[in-house]
C-alpha cells in the first residue's frame, strides 16, 4: 500500500461525517448508546457534580472532539435542570459538525429556563489547549467522548485535560475496550502506517494511565453488536463507507490495493458471529466503557 494514495478520514471533514453519522452511528446504535450514557449520566454523574459544585455557581463545560455533541446535548439539558447558568465551550476541527451542536443548544435557551453561553474552538484539542484563551479557564467538566483516538499521546493529552480541570472536577471519557477497528489497527502494521494519526486506544490503556497519574477512575461497561453485513457487499454505498470509518481512510475501496481489502474482510468474518436466521447477518462484539476521572 503507497502512503501517499492513502487519505485520512480526519483530513476530509465532509467524508468524515458521512460516514461517522450516516453509517457508522447507526450499525453502532449510536441512539441507543446515547440513551445508556445518558442514564448513566443522570443517575451517577449527576449526583457525584451536585454534591461537589453548589448550585448557585456558573457551571461550566468543556467538550472535546464534541461533533454534532449527541451526548453533550443530553448533559446540558440535565444541567440546565441543576445550575443557575451553564457556559460550554467546545473544542473540534470539524467546524460543521460542531454548527449542528451549536444550532441544538441555541434551542435550550428559552425563557425561564438557566441560560447556556456557547463558545466553540475550530481546531485540535492541542491547538486549544496552546492557543486558546479559553483553555486558561478551570472547567467543572471535561468530556471526551469517542475521541481520545486523535488527541496526542496520554501523557500529553492528559496533562492538557488535568491543566484544564478544577481540582475538584471532572473528566468524563467514553473510549471503546474492544472492537472490530481497534483489533484491526492492533493486527495490521499497514492500517498503523498508513493512519499515523489515528491512535488505536483503548478504555484499559486510559484508565491504567489515569491510575498511574494518581487520579480516581470509577468505570462502567456497555457492550454491544455491530451489524456488519454491508461492509462485505462492494458494490453497497453505506458498506463502502463503513468500509471508511473502520480504516479510518476516505474512499479505502478505491485507495488500498485489493489484496490488503480482502485481508482485511477475511479478518473481519473471522471476528464476526454470523446470525443464523434466513439473512445470515454478520454482527461484530463491541465493548466500550464510561470513565469518571478526577483527582
Ligand atoms: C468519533 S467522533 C465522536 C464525535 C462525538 N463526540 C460523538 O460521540 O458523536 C470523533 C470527533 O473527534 C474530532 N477530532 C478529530 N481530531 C481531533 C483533535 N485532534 N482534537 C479534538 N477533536 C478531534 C472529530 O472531528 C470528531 O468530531
Known sequence: MSATDIIPLTGNHERYEDTYYNAF??????????????????TKV?????????????????SVGVGEGPHEFHILKSLQT??????SVSVDPNESMVQTFKDRVASLNVDNKPPITFQAFNGSL??????????????HLITSIHSLYYTADLQTTFSQLTSMMKDDGFIIVVCKKGDLISESFSKFAFLREAIPSYIPLTSTDVKEFAESQGLNVIASDVNMQWDITEVFDDRSDFGNKLLDFFTQTAYFRQTAPSEVVDELMNFWRSISISTEDENGRMLSP??????VISK
Open 82 to 87: 441543576c445550575y443557575a447558568s451553564i457556559s
Open 25 to 42: 452511528y447507526k450499525i453502532a446504535q449510536k441512539e441507543f448508546f446515547v440513551e445508556k450514557v445518558s442514564q448513566y449520566f443522570d
Open 46 to 62: 449527576m449526583k457525584i457534580l451536585t454534591n461537589a459544585f453548589d448550585r448557585d455557581e456558573e457551571f461550566s463545560i468543556l
Open 126 to 139: 492541542t491547538e486549544f489547549a496552546t492557543t486558546s484563551t479559553l483553555a486558561r479557564t478551570k472547567y
Open 286 to 291: 463491541c465493548h466500550d466503557e464510561i470513565l
